[in-house]
């Protein structure tokens, strides 16, 4: 491969998951800002009727769609590598068949088994009116179950024929669409009809589906101008595609070790979700106050974790087309270098995010929440910022064994990091509190991701230490911008927490003053130049182009 075309590959490389990181960070940002409106709508005491059900949602949507999506991607990508374009329209076919019947089957399923969940989620201490309530939740979340998975088929589709801006594009929408619809229905039906305040987390779980419904529309008319030219390419084509039931195998060989991973790797939620009440209540603290800490766990600060794990989300998905295709070919230089430029892009990025919500999670609770309950939102944002930067990691190394056909090592991997999640949930929290549950999450990670880079090193030869040097520099970048916030609290400033939006300025002054210095010193020793392959000049004016 000439240097040019090196160049480009990397650009590529980094432009497709940047440009994907960026959609799932806009459709994560639009996500945070709504908490607060639909929080003084819905009330804190009812953020458990909305968190809860996700958990059980997101693990049988895992069921529904047989980890097709990423199978989906990965074994376009090696059609079109070969150009075997009937065999893609052929895949595309069966799998937008499986996931339509696989969610419609999954979503009555939901509703069967909405009540005996919702016993379970809240407790021995829960009246029949929250127990119904749950139940609801569940019953109208089922709607997702089914239309999800459908987007799932487009999504997994175009991520195979490396079509990651309209990966990007569409969640954007699919979230402005929830959120319209989250916001504005709550309105109407707390606001102006004066129902209870549950409503507003019915129409939020409702709006789910509307988002998801608005995304498969955008994708519909995104195929109607792109599939004609991939299906003429096919009926030109003379070689027969590869046989149906051989397609079949390839994608449940590849999709169900994605469904074990997807439905372990969300084990710590559901340990947490089931245990984390009960475990508290047993613990001495009050019901009430325990379904509070949960709520603000699972939805406050999740929201803003979210912030640096869209890292994760968008590496996840660009790594995917670009390392099978390596694969294919056996270009095993481009493929270690890959794993390097992902985790090296992740860690620049994600590790200073981390680090800012972690030493000012007092005034970033304050500003987006307000300074009720402040004292357990800054304590619990400033343990989850550190399992933000380690569950950015994780999916990354977990998409990345599956690709490489280590399926096998990473769902054992995975298996193992759900057992030190046990082992540690109840000893931890026993110790420390109610943030032991974020601790024993972060040692889960820990575990997972050491198991899978040695894994990669051994069979593939990937090589950790430049990655290791870098991330060194990158704390002491970290460390040199909390100097600069401890050299400011020296000077007799100090967060106004009563009034949001002074806080809000006062944060953002700092912030824009501790990541200059981020960026300034890691700069001076060329960390940034290396990860993006472009000096300091291009970066600040250039940017990131597909060439």
């Known amino acids: 491969m000439s240097t040019d075309t090196s160049s480009r590959v990397k650009q590529s490389f980094l432009a497709g998951s940047l440009t994907s990181s960026a959609g799932v960070f806009l459709a994560k940002a639009i996500g945070l800002f709504y908490v607060i409106p639909f929080t003084a709508l819905a009330g804190e005491k009812n953020m458990i009727f909305y968190s809860a059900p996700y958990t059980y949602y997101n693990v049988l949507l895992q069921i529904s769609s047989a980890g097709l999506p990423y199978a989906i991607a990965a074994i376009v990508a090696k059609y079109v590598t070969r150009n075997d374009y009937k065999t893609v329209m052929l895949i595309r076919r069966l799998s937008t068949a499986i996931l339509s019947v696989s969610g419609f089957l999954m979503s009555m399923i939901f509703i069967l088994i909405s009540k005996p969940l919702a016993t379970a989620i809240l407790g021995s201490q829960a009246t029949g009116l929250d127990i119904s309530q749950m139940r609801t939740c569940f019953m109208i979340l089922a709607i997702a179950l089914f239309l999800v998975p459908i987007l799932y088929s487009y999504r997994g589709f175009y991520q195979g024929m490396k079509e990651l801006r309209v990966y990007a594009d569409s969640q954007v929408l699919e979230q402005i669409a ?28 409702l709006a789910t589906s509307i988002g998801a419904l608005c995304a498969i529309l955008f994708y519909s008319r995104f195929d109607r101008r792109h599939i004609g030219a991939i299906a003429r390419t096919a009926r030109a084509q003379e070689t027969p ?20 991973a997807a439905i372990l790797g969300n084990s710590q939620t559901l340990i947490n979700t089931n245990f984390f009440v009960p475990t508290m209540t047993k613990l001495g603290m009050q019901y009430e106050t325990a379904t509070l800490i949960y ?43 890959y794993v390097r430029e992902c985790l090296d892009t992740v860690l620049y990025i994600g590790v200073p995010i981390c680090f800012c919500l972690c030493v000012l999670s007092r005034p970033i609770y304050c500003v987006m929440y307000g300074n009720a309950n402040l004292e357990y939102g800054a304590q619990a944002l400033s343990y989850a910022a550190l399992l933000a930067i380690v569950t950015t990691i994780t999916p990354v190394c ?31 929290m026993r110790l420390i509190g109610y943030p032991g549950a974020i601790i024993s999450s972060v040692l889960c990670s820990c575990t997972i991701i050491y198991l899978c880079l040695g894994k990669i090193k051994n069979r593939y030869g990937a090589a950790y230490g430049q990655t290791l040097i870098r991330l060194f520099k990158m704390i002491l970048g970290c460390m040199a911008m909390n100097g600069v916030f401890a050299l400011i ?5 100090t967060f106004n ?27 001076a020793m060329k960390v940034p130049q290396a990860v993006f392959h472009k000096s300091m000049k291009q970066l600040l004016t250039g940017g990131f182009r597909r060439r």
């Not at 600060?301 to 295709?325: E, H, R």
């Open 178 to 205: 929830r959120v319209a619809a989250l916001l504005g229905l709550g309105y109407v039906t707390v606001k102006i009809l004066r129902f209870n305040s549950i409503w507003a987390v019915y129409m939020a779980i």
């Open 295 to 337: 709520g603000i766990i699972e939805v406050q600060c999740d929201k803003l974790t979210s912030i640096p794990q869209v890292l994760g989300a968008g590496f996840s998905v660009g790594i995917v087309p670009y390392m099978t295709t390596a694969l294919e070919t056996r270009n095993m230089k481009d493929l270690r270098r």
């Open 489 to 493: 609290e020296l000077a007799g400033f």
């Open 497 to 523: 927490t009563v009034s949001r939006i002074v806080c809000l300025g006062q944060l953002a002054l700092v912030g824009i003053a501790g990541m200059i210095v981020y960026i300034s010193v890691t700069a």
């Open 241 to 260: 595609a590869v046989r149906k039931n051989d397609i079949l195998k390839e994608l449940f060989a590849f999709g169900l070790p994605y469904l074990f």
């Open 398 to 428: 977990s998409s990345m064994m599956m690709t490489l056909h280590l399926r096998k090592e990473s769902i054992f991997y995975l298996l193992i990091g759900f057992i030190v999640k046990c082992v540690t949930f109840y000893p931890a």
